[in-house]
């Protein structure tokens, strides 16, 4: 069974660079793409970031360019996000998701998916 596991949400003051994780166990992802999505309240997800199978592309919301950084370590069959400079407006539940071969941008190219993690922002 396939499961991810997110950590590293929490309340954050506005400006700080926290860094959320996520692993995931029941097989190796280590040729899928795999990618970060947020939903904030009464709004639909959207997509974040994505990375290669190799981490070698990735690809980034145009609200968090520059300021986030995505990265993976296949070893450990985990996904990361760098989040620096966080706004009140990045305040959301944070997923992470496997896909296929390539980076998507919509939710429905995935195909797992975590629980979610809260990141809260104040100002």
């Known amino acids: 069974q396939v499961q991810l596991v997110e950590s590293g949400g929490g309340l954050v003051q506005a400006g700080a660079s926290p860094r959320l994780s996520c692993v995931a166990s029941g097989r190796t992802f280590s040729t899928n793409a795999m990618g970060w999505f947020r939903q904030a309240p009464g709004k639909e997800r959207e997509f974040v970031a994505g990375i290669s199978w190799t981490g070698g592309s990735t690809a980034y919301a145009d609200s968090v360019k520059g300021r986030f950084t995505i990265s993976r370590d296949n070893a450990k069959n985990a996904v990361y996000l760098q989040m620096n400079s966080l706004k009140p407006e990045d305040t959301a539940v944070y997923y992470c998701?496997?896909?296929?071969?390539?980076?998507?941008?919509?939710?429905?190219?995935?195909?797992?998916w975590g629980q979610g993690t809260q990141v809260t922002v104040s100002s």
């Open positions: 998701s496997i896909g296929g071969w390539r980076i998507a941008t919509m939710a429905a190219q995935y195909d797992y």
